[in-house]
């Protein structure tokens, strides 16, 4: 039952608000999502205690630089944008390997891991009608070893972590980046 309420929530926040401008609605569902992906870690990192005592090391799976100060704000959306499409992609994939290792499950974990799926294509959606442009919202990445580099069950876990941190800093990316262009298109008003 709390389940189903978190979700009619989850789906009502989604949704569109009256009087609140395209540009402050992404800016809220990237700062929802950011939420999600963080709570997703945790519940990850609950269900693999080994983990707790792991930092993932490497460079960032999607390596993609807002902060050049030569990029207008619609610029960084558009970059923005790609890094996301990344990121659904890497949770795609994630999502078919925790399945094929464990089959279709249900829990907290596979329903944050759906919800943060969902809100990511939702805010997908909303870049591609903040840049209106046909980009595509499909995700943008090939789920195969050879790319990925994952080597056993424990290297599997660590690339687990490792997306999970590339979602939770790309819709924290988000989440600023559609904060200033909601600031730049709308003046101050509240999001």
């Known amino acids: 039952m709390a389940d189903q309420e978190h979700i009619e929530i989850d789906t009502l926040l989604d949704m569109p608000a009256p009087g609140r401008s395209r540009t402050g609605r992404a800016a809220a569902l ?5 939420q999600d992906c963080t709570y997703l870690l945790e519940l990850y990192r609950e269900r693999e205690s080994l983990l707790s005592d792991h ?27 790609s890094a996301l499409r990344k990121c659904l992609g890497l949770l795609e994939c994630l999502i078919l390997r925790e399945e094929e290792e464990m089959g279709e499950l249900e829990g907290e974990y596979e329903t944050v891991r759906k919800g943060v799926r969902d809100r990511l294509g939702h805010l997908l959606h909303s870049t591609k009608v903040l840049l209106e442009t046909e980009e595509d919202v499909t995700p943008d990445h090939q789920c195969n070893e050879e790319v990925d580099g994952v ?10 972590y490792r997306v999970l941190l590339e979602l939770i800093h790309w819709a924290n990316s988000a989440s600023q980046t559609l904060h200033v262009l909601h600031s730049e298109r709308e003046g101050r008003e509240e999001i």
């Open 30 to 34: 990237a700062r929802l999502l950011h």
């Open 55 to 81: 930092t993932p090391a490497g460079d960032r799976i999607v390596s993609l630089s807002l902060s050049s100060p030569d990029l207008s704000s619609d610029e960084q959306v558009q970059l923005l944008h």
């Open 151 to 160: 080597v056993g069950t424990f290297g599997a876990k660590m690339w687990t």
